[in-house]
């Protein structure tokens, strides 16, 4: 079919709808089609996934997933050109599951109205010379396209071979392979052609294709202007990336399975993908015609060259600029589902390790350490032990811990982190990641950073826990044998874990050799150190000692704290709630235990409690106070050790929710029966009901003092 030459200008402002926006080429696309100035509106099976992409205000997020007509055809109302990039490559019948979901896309888009859809897919594929049955994973997407075009809407399918960019899969199988392996013997499959085309190149076409008028229903060949064998890929990536030649030895005996078993051991790329993708190989997937140029002109300074390509990537991740990577899309066969809250599962069977201990260091310069976690700063205590767990799952068909990390500093919500995945992140606060290892059930690993109530100023508290859901006895013999190593694995952290950026430990994983480079060779562009974006800055205020040059904090000795968070919301306006909560010698009238508070000044009071049957005397002072927002204290004197604070916040002019925090270290046997039974925990929501009545009952406060009181060593304009 022939048409008009057009330009890449958005003729009109169009909504279109991106299905794989979690992925590495959606995940690309949806921000370009933005800039373009269409309407983007994605299909995600998860909207958590996208909270934290920069793109996402900017977009309309909808929940639902390609295999449901209904929630398909609710998200394609009103969408002028859908983008169909999904695929289950790596699930067992994946070519079943793809048909289906083509199948149900395909005619929801036609009852709703749909004017384009836009898909891309791989090479046709043709039968090898030798008679080796063509790959299932070509096949499968050739069927996709089939389906497609069939529906009755114009179907525009971009058929690329091998995408060469920063984090695609096809890229870091060449990588890896290239850099790791000087000497190697290849299947014959090094010797066929192929027409690789820049990640860049690719994202020209899909998005041009918004704008395109004519009614198009065809497919397009889309390579770039280098036509390669795998075997000369290899040596100009060595070249490219100033690697001393490879020797490179093809022989026959190397069949596809076995070639992507290793290409599972060398490359982080794992068996799962790695098979369907080196089974493609054995295929040409070179472009039979250039009619696309007829619809959609060349980028400016024309298609990039497979050397050019290849630069643009190692600089990317030289700079640690990888925009989205292959692995951003959830593992297959991968666990999906979130933490679950405690009484969902407390009455089941569950295994929790819990640790917590202080750090000598602000929680902005702890956080900054945690949230660096993992890829090439990696775990910063027993790099052998991780190392050890990443090559046993990947030995029995996991993912193991050569994903690393899309970049250095930042991670989203759903980003891929080495064997485990970003369930949830409150900047300054939590990390909460999801285990994809295999594994005989289900796991997460959760990292917190607070304030040390019980300490002076600058010192943190940092709060681990390990949560394990058993599947069957496998499981709970797993967590049996696991968890005498869990000390060994975390408890290394006490001693070094690193600080600001300049303080970042030697790669744990990852390609880059910890090797100098050779007498007279350059070194690799992938071999550099990456270079440090803080994002986001660093808070205000830091204290200089923990800014800018290497530190080692030191975590002390495990604790044995108690921390108990309860919330109430009360029936009387925000500065009620808080001006009772300042009359301290009113707590009798609601707090169970305590005999009396007699206040010694406008900070410190004295406190008589009785806990089982024992009197307790001790005093506190007043570390933290801001009318109608906060309340801090903690004991200075006396045999009970504990901190608190209470928030206050307003839900309307009639109705706040109070916050209270109390942390304790218990003393005694009863006190640390009472802690382990959960009568500690029991007592304050008893206490917070307690006050509740108390001030909805009076409706008024019986006084308030409304001063200020700094933190020690804060500054208020930061906060």
């Keep these: 079919m022939s048409g008009p030459h057009h330009d890449a200008a958005p003729r009109s402002r169009r909504t279109v709808l991106v299905t794989g926006a979690t992925g590495y080429i959606g995940g690309r696309l949806a921000p370009r089609l933005i800039e373009a100035g269409h309407d983007v509106r994605c299909l995600t099976r998860s909207a958590g996934r996208l909270r934290d992409v920069p793109w996402a205000a900017e977009a309309e997020i909808v929940e639902g997933d390609v295999l449901d007509y209904d929630g398909t055809r609710r998200a394609l109302a009103g969408v002028h050109v859908a983008y169909y990039l999904v695929h289950s490559l790596g699930t067992a019948h994946f070519q079943d599951v793809d048909r289906r979901a083509a199948q149900t896309f395909a005619a929801a888009a036609k009852d709703a109205g749909v004017q384009r859809i836009v898909y891309l897919g791989g090479p046709t594929p043709v039968p090898s010379r ?55 013997v290849t299947p014959r499959w090094v010797n066929t052609r192929i027409q690789p085309i820049a990640v860049r190149d690719v994202l020209h076409y899909l998005t041009a294709w918004a704008d395109v008028p004519d009614r198009v229903d065809r497919s397009f060949d889309i390579g770039g202007p280098d036509v390669l064998t795998y075997r000369e890929m290899m040596i100009r990536y060595a070249r490219v990336a100033h690697l001393r030649p490879r020797t490179i030895i093809p022989v026959g005996v190397l069949s596809p399975w076995l070639s992507s078993q290793w290409v599972n051991l060398v490359t982080p790329v794992p068996g799962a993908i790695a098979k369907p993708l080196v089974a493609s190989l054995i295929h040409e997937a070179v472009c039979h015609e250039q009619d696309i140029r007829r619809y959609v002109p060349d980028p400016p300074g024309g298609l990039k060259g497979f050397d050019e390509a290849v630069a643009l990537a190692l600089v990317k991740i030289r700079d640690a600029d990888v925009e989205t990577r292959w692995s951003t899309a959830t593992w297959t066969g991968a666990p999906a589902e979130p933490l679950p809250t405690d009484p969902d599962w407390s009455g089941g069977s569950a295994y929790v390790d819990r640790k917590t201990r202080r750090v000598h260091a602000p929680p902005e310069a702890l956080w900054d350490v945690i949230v660096r976690i993992g890829g090439e700063t990696g775990w910063y205590s027993s790099p052998m032990a991780w190392a050890l767990r990443g090559w046993l799952d990947r030995l029995i068909g996991g993912v193991g811990l050569r994903r690393g990390r899309r970049d250095p500093v930042e991670l989203y919500v759903g980003e891929a982190l080495d064997f485990w995945r970003v369930e949830e992140i409150q900047h300054g606060r939590l990390l909460r990641l999801r285990a994809e290892m295999l594994l005989p059930g289900l796991a997460w690993l959760e990292l917190k950073v607070e304030p040390d109530l019980l300490s002076p100023a600058h010192v943190s508290r940092y709060q681990q826990r390990a949560v394990f859901l058993p599947r069957g006895l496998a499981g709970h013999l797993y967590w049996y044998c696991i968890s005498p190593f869990h000390h060994v694995i975390f408890g290394g952290w006490r001693a070094t874990s690193p600080g600001p950026p300049s303080a970042a430990p030697p790669p744990a994983t990852g390609p880059r050799s910890s090797r100098s480079p050779r007498r007279g060779s350059a070194p690799s562009p992938c071999r550099r150190r990456p270079r440090h974006r803080v994002r986001p800055p660093a808070a205000p205020g830091l204290p200089g000692r923990y800014a800018g040059n290497a530190k080692c904090f030191h975590f002390s000795e495990e604790l044995v704290m108690s921390t108990v968070t309860e919330s109430v919301d009360v029936h009387v306006p925000l500065h009620t709630a808080y001006n009772q909560w300042t009359q301290f010698e009113s707590f009798p009238n609601f707090m169970g235990g305590v005999e009396s508070v007699t206040q010694i000044d406008a900070t410190h009071n004295h406190w008589i409690v009785n806990v089982a049957g024992a009197r307790r ?17 903690k004991s200075t004197g006396g045999e009970t050790k504990h901190a608190g604070v209470v928030t206050f916040h307003r839900l309307s002019d009639t109705d706040t929710r109070v916050t209270i925090q109390l942390d304790w270290e218990p003393e005694g046997l009863v006190e640390n029966v009472g802690d382990a039974i959960g009568a500690d925990s029991r007592q304050v929501k008893k206490d917070a009901k307690a006050f509740k009545e108390f001030i909805e009952q009076r409706g008024l406060e019986t006084g308030g003092w409304r001063g200020n009181v700094e933190a020690p060593g804060s500054r208020r304009d930061t906060y």
Excluded: K
Aim: net charge negative.
């Design 130 to 184: 030798d008679g080796t049955p063509s790959s299932a994973h070509l096949l499968s997407r050739d069927e996709v396209a089939a389906v497609l075009t069939a529906s009755g809407v114009p179907t525009v399918t971009l058929r690329a071979a091998v995408i060469i960019g920063s984090g695609s899969a096809s890229f870091e199988m060449l990588r890896y392979l290239t850099e790791r392996l000087p000497v190697m």
């Design 617 to 633: 005397e001790f005093d506190t002072e007043i570390t933290e106070q801001h009318p109608d927002e906060r309340v801090a204290w």
